[in-house]
């Protein structure tokens, strides 16, 4: 069974500084999702990586994708207020479930 | 931009009743979906859906769950039964067909539902 697991689950950081969270899944895939959840709404897609060696950017934040290590990560640089939130991975199986890692709770500090 | 809504946003029920949640997918999606998240945990997958059938469930879809697509645009979850654990906000998600497939799915505002 896929497992999917995003290291930290919280994240307390200074405005100004950078940090990556990583996401780990158990079995082959090529697709994965970055997500962003603010309390109390819904799941905002940040990230869609469908390749060994993807890469994609907006604004301060950039998520590769390495298929072999089964590894993504979602860096962040120079963190703003304004990206305080849950992120969540998310792997698809059998081309229809996501599963979703636990998310990476991040607070920044002015 | 076209967008998956979904209805009541809050539901409050007593244990034991019956609960319809609601969604309308977005119009040119095949696919259809929903997925629950327990207060500050992840989000679960319950179902799937598509050519007005399930394709794939999750333990947690027992028989207490049922799923519809009673018209054109209308897809629904239903809960027989609901017990306390019920309680979490129920996204609805859909998805296009494309070719590459990419499988993105558009995630709905939620129904936060209270069992009490």
């Known amino acids: 069974e896929l497992k999917v697991e995003q290291n930290p689950l919280f994240l307390s950081m200074q405005e100004g500084k950078n940090y990556t969270i990583y996401c780990n899944y158990s079995t082959t895939s090529d697709r994965l999702y970055w997500y962003r959840q603010d309390p109390g709404k819904s799941l905002e897609s940040l990230f869609v990586?469908?390749?060994?060696?993807a890469v994609k950017q907006e604004g301060r934040l950039m998520a590769s994708l390495d298929t072999k290590a089964r590894l993504s990560t979602l860096h962040i640089t120079a963190a703003v207020h304004d990206l305080s939130a849950t992120y969540f991975c998310a792997v698809v199986q059998g081309a229809q479930k996501l599963v979703f890692g636990q998310g990476t709770r991040l607070t920044i500090n002015p | 931009e076209p967008e998956v809504t979904q209805t009541p946003s809050h539901q409050v029920t007593q244990m034991g009743q019956e609960v319809i949640l609601r969604c309308v997918p977005i119009s040119n999606h095949l696919y259809f979906y929903w997925y629950r998240q327990i207060l500050g945990q992840k989000v679960e997958f319950l179902v799937s859906f598509y050519n007005n059938e399930i394709s794939e469930k999750s333990e947690i879809f027992d028989d207490q769950f049922s799923v519809e697509r009673p018209d054109g645009s209308n897809f629904t979850l239903k809960i027989r039964s609901t017990k306390l654990e019920d309680s979490a906000m129920y996204f609805c998600a859909s998805r296009k067909r494309q070719k590459p497939a990419s499988y993105e799915q558009y995630f709905g505002p939620g129904t936060r539902l209270t069992v009490t």
């Open positions: 990586l469908l390749s060994n060696g």
